[in-house]
C-alpha cells in the first residue's frame, strides 16, 4: 500500500489533469476517495449549485453524502459499484439516477451519474473513483420519466417479498382482474367455476393487503403481468 505523502501527491496529480477540462465538460466531475466516498475533487459547477467550497466539502468527508443526497437511491446503484470493487474492474462503469439537493431549494433535483474507478495503488487495488453527473431538467421529459421509474423501483422492492406469496393460478387472476375482468369472465376463461375465482381473488386481497381494482393493476403492471 502506498504510504499517505505519496498517495496524497499521485492524486493531487490526478486532480490537475481533471481540472484542466472539468470546466469544458457538459458533466459535473466528482473524485471520491473509494473507502468512505469522501470527496477529493469537485468541479466548480458542482460546487457553485451545491454552494459550498472545495475546502468545505472536504471536511464533510462521508457526511456529504447524506447532506445533499436522497440515501434512498444507493439502494439501486451501491450493490452494482461493490460489484465493481469486489473485482478491482478499472474498466466498466455504473449508471444511475440520483436526487440532489440544490443550494436554496427544497426540492430534489434530478441528476443521471455514471461512476467508475479512477487510480489504483501500487498493490493494484483501486482508491480513488471518478463520477459524471448531468441535471435531468437539461432532457425534455426526462425528470417526469426518471420520476416514474424510482417509484416502480421502489413498489417491487417493498412488494417483491408478499407478490413472491402468490401462486401461478392466483397470478393468473391477478393478472384478469387488472383487466376489470368479472369472476365468471375468468373463470370460463381458465376453464374453473367462478366460486374458485372468488376464493382466489379473496386469497390475493389477503396476501398483497390489496383491495381495490387499481391495487391489482398497480401489482400486474409492476410484476410485468400486464
Known amino acids: 500500500m502506498l504510504n ?16 484542466l477540462i472539468a470546466d ?9 476517495r473509494v473507502e468512505d466516498f469522501s470527496v477529493v475533487y469537485m468541479s466548480p459547477k458542482g460546487l457553485s449549485l451545491l454552494g459550498v467550497s472545495m475546502e468545505e466539502l472536504k471536511q464533510m468527508r462521508a457526511e456529504y453524502q447524506h447532506r445533499f443526497f436522497n440515501i434512498e437511491d444507493s439502494d439501486d446503484y451501491w450493490p452494482k459499484f461493490k460489484v ?20 436554496g431549494s427544497e426540492n430534489w433535483a ?12 501500487e498493490e ?12 435531468l431538467d437539461e432532457m425534455k421529459h426526462m425528470p417526469a420519466k426518471a420520476e416514474r421509474l424510482l417509484e416502480e423501483n421502489t413498489f417491487l422492492r417493498e412488494n417483491y417479498k408478499k407478490f413472491s406469496k402468490l401462486g401461478k393460478r392466483e397470478k ?9 375482468k368479472s369472476s365468471p369472465e375468468i ?3 381458465l376453464g374453473i367455476a367462478s ?10 386481497k389477503k396476501k398483497l393487503s390489496i383491495s381495490s381494482y387499481y391495487d391489482f393493476a398497480q401489482y400486474a403492471r409492476a410484476f410485468d403481468l400486464i
Not at 110 to 121: C, E, G, H, P, R
Not at 125 to 134: Q, R
Request: net charge positive.
Open 172 to 180: 393468473e387472476i391477478l393478472k384478469w382482474v387488472s383487466f376489470g
Open 195 to 204: 366460486a374458485t375465482v372468488d376464493a382466489h381473488r379473496k386469497n390475493i
Open 4 to 19: 499517505n505523502k505519496h498517495t496524497e501527491s499521485l492524486i493531487s496529480e490526478k486532480v490537475k489533469v481533471i481540472e
Open 187 to 189: 373463470g370460463e376463461e
Open 84 to 103: 465493481l470493487l469486489l473485482n478491482n474492474d478499472m474498466k466498466s462503469s455504473v449508471s444511475y439516477l440520483q436526487q440532489v439537493k440544490l443550494a
Open 110 to 121: 434530478w441528476y443521471i451519474s455514471a461512476t467508475k474507478l479512477f487510480m489504483q495503488d
Open 124 to 135: 493494484g487495488k483501486a482508491f480513488l473513483c471518478i463520477t459524471t453527473a448531468i441535471a
Open 24 to 32: 469544458q465538460l457538459p458533466a459535473i466531475v466528482i473524485i471520491h
